[in-house]
């Protein structure tokens, strides 16, 4: 089991910064892929910042928040972080947390955090 527990969401006024953290725990051999979802009330899940591990060889951001987010990790930590600024009101959504990997005895595995709520006030 592949556990992913998410902290840092809040509210924040337009133009703050926050910063999301999500930390992986288990039986984990290897992590390929760390990133963000969010999701919005009555809106699709969508991707807003994906990294490759272990080394951040390469990352993938929205159109959206490129240029105001920043993806980092630590891989001795399994963890991925979130950097969030000038952040807008449009960001306001449930940020979720997904790693892609394989556990010790090789199994696949995709799975997603509970989920951290960013509200952006205007």
């Known amino acids: 089991q592949v556990q992913l527990v998410e902290s840092g969401g809040g509210l924040v006024q337009a133009g703050g910064s926050l910063r999301l953290s999500c930390a992986a725990s288990g039986s984990i051999f290897r992590i390929t892929t760390m990133g963000w979802f969010r999701q919005a009330p009555g809106k699709q899940r969508e991707l807003v910042a994906a990294?490759?591990?272990?080394?951040?060889?390469?990352?993938d951001y929205a159109d959206s928040v490129k240029g105001r987010f920043t993806i980092s990790r630590d891989n001795a930590k399994n963890t991925v972080y979130l950097q969030m600024n000038s952040l807008k009101p449009e960001d306001t959504a449930t940020y979720y947390c997904?790693?892609?990997?394989?556990?010790?005895?090789?199994?696949?595995?995709?799975?997603w955090g509970q989920g951290t709520p960013v509200t952006v006030s205007s």
């Open positions: 997904n790693a892609v990997g394989q556990d010790y005895v090789r199994r696949p595995f995709d799975t």
């Open positions: 990294a490759v591990f272990p080394g951040l060889q390469s990352t």
